[in-house]
Every structure is written in C-alpha cells, then in structure tokens.
C-alpha cells in the first residue's frame, strides 16, 4: 500500500504529445475538469491509480503503477477505449 505523494502526468497523444495535465488527486470527470477528449499516454511518478473508461469511476479500469506509459493501444487497450476518470489507489480505496 502506497502511503506517500501522488503524482501522474495525463498528456493528449502518444508519446507524451499534445495537452497535458499533472494530477495529484482523484478525478470523476476529465472532460469536465481538464477539457481533454483522450487519454492516450502518461506517466505515474507517484503512487499507483485506477483508470476508468467512463466518467464517475464506471466501466472497464485499468490499473497503473510507477512507470511511463507511451501509449494505451500497446497495454492492451483498444484503439477506442478511452479514459476518462482515475482514482489514486489509498487505504480508503
């Protein structure tokens, strides 16, 4: 169980491209709270996250340790899954 910071990078486009976005809590609603349509890759510096595919924590997850992500497509996910909420995982959780 991770009990310090939490800290992810969120960016656009593969590769760390386009907007990005630095989190350091939960987040129900991407669109919403940082007007970014997709979630294509990022990078976790602290903590460990769940990813959800649709708003208010719904839909398929996937989870997320320390580690650079340059694109969602080579984890697995389809062309067309995005993300749009992510929860930091703590003991509450």
Do not use: A
Request: hydrophobic share 25%.
């Amino acid at each position: 169980m991770h009990r310090g910071q939490f800290r992810m990078r969120i960016y656009e486009k593969e590769n760390f491209g386009g907007q990005m976005h630095e989190m350091m809590d939960d987040c129900d609603n991407m669109m919403e709270r940082y007007r970014m349509s997709e979630c294509q890759s990022c990078n976790v510096m602290d903590g460990h996250w769940l990813m959800y595919e649709q708003p208010n924590y719904r839909g398929k997850m996937m989870y997320m340790k320390p580690g650079e992500y340059r694109s969602m497509r080579d984890m697995g996910t389809s062309g067309s899954t995005r993300f749009n909420s992510f929860r930091r995982i703590t003991d509450s959780c």
